[in-house]
């Protein structure tokens, strides 16, 4: 029977409403405030490879088999990162925020959201050239342990390495970029030595809780998925994680500027998204 | 009944830059809808494009902020390395994910949800460009019920992606720049007197 697009339109949404509500109470992901275009394009393109009819006869797979699941949060989860992403943004963090960093005994790093892991690798690299490796401890987290596991192993496609070493070089890296991996068959495997300050944990930044006492955060590309309350809400989070004086960096396209938190921070680097929380007033 | 439009969207690759300003810049700064316009873009560029439409052009034209609200009198166009969506409440979203037809952002990603959200509102326009993208993003504006229109591939700098669009579309009207620039110019005048 043919039926009007407002029809199916409303449909559409109605599934996909139950969908995330039965995603949320069957295996505690909560997806309910990301951006719904983006929801709705990983559920339709997830249907659609599956030759699924309807998201209504999806959402019983989703339900019923956790290894299909796992494939649907790994679509939701959107893992895509790269070493050294947007150069400018590590050139700012070796000028206006290792100098800082430099006077501190001790240094507690959190990456949240950090994918596959070479976004962590990125900073551990200049961390080591900035001569504060050894009295740093990185935390470095995601809700998807899947992504998780390949962070940890830090092998990734040797056909990357070479954009990689072009952004290491535009980020300011002082040596030579083939110093932090070696190449092995069609692998490039993280120098092990980066690896040791460095402890990957599952962490979901919608329902878990704070990390404490961290002097830099880092979490870039994932609040730009959530929509303005959830924002808010995951920039509390890191609020209240971070040390007075401590540094926040989000992705280029992200700000605090519209969360209750903006008063509460200072500008490092205004177009790289590099803030600092105030000293106690 | 004469369609309420609610917003135009725009996308171009090869060729863009010039293509663009010969649309943009003669637009009223009141213009009655807004614009979305992709362009690709390699992924670390500044994105010169919205200076150079800037210094042309009455009409603002702005990089598109994550959960931006969509206003007429304001053209929003991609940022480099990052897809662009439109939500249902007429704002704007960003993504990551992985490229569609080798391109972030993506034509296709935008006017899909372009369609999705506007409907028959809206006028899904294809311009000069080396690729594919936009082919199936115009599909889906005309399936939607929208307008569709593609530049003359006769005219463009580069053919193929208006080509590959009117292949796959048969959209409504095949027009140089200049009868682009005219025909939006026309329906602001038309929805201006009411
Ligand atoms: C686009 S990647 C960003 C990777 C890296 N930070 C970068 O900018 O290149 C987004 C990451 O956020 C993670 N993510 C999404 N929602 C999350 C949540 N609620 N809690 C923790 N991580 C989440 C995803 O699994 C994904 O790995």
Redesign the interface.
Known sequence: MPENTSHNDLTTSIEIEFLLEGIFRRYGYDFRSYSPAHIKRRLINKMKQNKFRSLSEMQHHVLHDKNFFNSLLKDLSINVTEMFRDPAFYVALRKEVIPILKTYPFIKVWHAGCASGEEVYSFAILLKEEGIYDRTQIYATDFNNNILEVARKGIYPVDRIKEYTVNYQKAGGKYSFTDYYLAKYNSAIIDQALKKNIVFAEHNLVTDTVFAEMHVIICRNVLIYFNRDLQNKVIRLFNESLVHGGFLGLGTKETIQFSNYNAQYTDVNKELKIYKKKVNE | MKPQYKAVVIGASAGGLYAFKQIISVLPVDFFIPIIAVQHISP?SENYIITFLNNHSAITIKEA???EKLKPGCVYFS?PN?HL????DATL??????KVNYSRPSID?MF??AA??F?KGVIGIILTGANQDGTAGIRAVKE??GLTIVQDPTEAETPAMPKSAIEASAPDHIFSLDGIADFLLNLHQAHNKG
Do not use: P
């Open positions: 670390d902020d994550e959960k940022a990052y969506l439109i939500e249902k979203s960003l993504s990551t994910e992985q990603v899909e949800t999705d959200t409907g939607a019920g």
